[in-house]
């Protein structure tokens, strides 16, 4: 008896040891990622998925490391930088910009929003559809023009307001995406890709939150909905990126990352729709 005691004892305590080792590796691991937001600052510590359990195991047969790839050395952190110290205290180095008088977005605002983004996702999605070069990003469950095209037939619906045609600033940068993928420049394309998708999925659901409150008495739109989890989406659609990006030269990565500018100013340009900025 004395001696099953103890060999249940001891297997108790192995078992005990690798949850907490595993519970200690889940916080190292999801300390490290931060998704990019157009003008908003994210919490740093995302979920930890379940397509990561496998390097997890493997982890804590030695010691806790984690080999950080293209997106988080270099194309996150070239979006990091474009934040404001308030948005992203300890990466943001872009310039505070002060405001007189806030706007208050109205419905109208929020309408031609939603109008404009889903203009450009239809953009890119089509940029997608046709490049074989990316066909590893077709159906991944980040899509969102059928979502945004039920939003604005509710809100049209709900509201009574009159569809608005897409925006000038929808229509310059979509173009700007198809003229960058005509041009064949894939890594400059995935730049714009990454942001804008992953922004919508951190600053972007911020945004969500802050009009359901200000204007649709809290409604979630589908917007905002994904089928599935987010985290293993997200998770699945990065590491595409990673193996795309590890085939490509130093130029072509150098090609992606420099593109970080003009990316933030496409998204900047949609975002400003919530400021009033609309123009047809």
Known sequence: KGSLLLQITI???????????LSLLSVV???VVISPALGFSTRPFAAFTRQTSCSVLEATREKVTVEPGFIEQELRGAAMKLHTKSQAPKEGQATETSRAEPHVT??????????????????MEDIVNQEE????????????TEALEKDVEFMCQEYGLTPPEVGVLGKEYAQELRRIAASGNIPEFMCHYYNFYFAHTAGGRMIGKQMAALLLDKKTLEFYKWDGD???????????I?????R????????????????FRGGGMINANLAGKRSM
């Open 242 to 246: 990673e193996d795309m990006a590890a």
């Open 230 to 240: 987010l985290n293993e989406i997200k998770a699945a659609v990065k590491q595409n």
């Open 133 to 144: 070069q990316l066909t590893m990003f077709r159906n991944t469950r980040l899509e969102r």
């Open 248 to 263: 490509w030269t130093r130029e072509e990565k150098d090609e992606c990352v420099k593109a970080t500018p003009a990316a």
């Open 29 to 31: 691991l999801a300390s």
């Open 106 to 123: 109205t419905l109208e605002d929020y309408l031609q929003f939603l109008v404009d983004s889903q203009h450009v996702y239809q953009a």
């Open 11 to 21: 297997i108790a305590s192995q078992r005990l040891t690798n949850m907490m080792r």
